[in-house]
């Protein structure tokens, strides 16, 4: 097999190291469809874990900070603390995605699917939030390295 056909294995941390941006639209029940957009920038810290901070600018809204710290706990699992989030985010890789998985305010569980596209230097990103099995929001949007 020749070196042009083996696709290399994306580093989830090492992904978000420097500087990225987000880019999707937002659709909530009951309310109007909005951009989201953000830029992130990401250290490796000396134990090895992502501090990620990133500046959420969402449509019609107050500019927002959203911070994650990510630890890999296994192979191909990681965990993470994230300011939106209550508890634990769990993250799993599933195939060739990732997958995330935690809980919001108002006992909302989200699960968020990114997809790494060739090249390397973006994913696709897709959330679901459900609110008693029923899905409330949905979110869709590319993040690529800056």
Do not use: C
């Not at 810290?45 to 809204?61: A, F, M, N, Y």
Request: aromatic share 6%; net charge positive.
């Amino acid at each position: 097999m020749s070196s042009a056909t083996v696709q290399p294995q994306l580093d989830p941390l090492r992904f978000f190291e420097g500087r990225t941006e987000t880019q999707g639209m937002v659709k909530v029940m009951f309310h109007k469809p909005y951009r989201t957009h953000s830029i992130g920038v990401g250290r490796i810290e000396p134990d090895g874990s992502l501090t990620l901070i990133q500046r959420v600018e969402d449509e019609g809204k107050p500019v927002q900070e959203r911070r994650w710290r990510v630890r890999q706990i296994g192979v191909d699992r990681y965990s993470a603390a994230m300011s939106e989030a209550v508890g634990p985010v769990d993250i799993d890789k599933v195939g060739d995605r990732y997958r995330f998985r935690f809980t919001m305010q108002g006992n909302l569980s989200a699960e968020q699917l990114m997809t790494p596209l060739p090249g390397g230097r973006s994913a696709t990103n897709t959330v679901k939030v459900k609110r008693f099995g029923l899905t409330v929001a949905t979110s869709d949007g590319v993040v690529r390295k800056l």
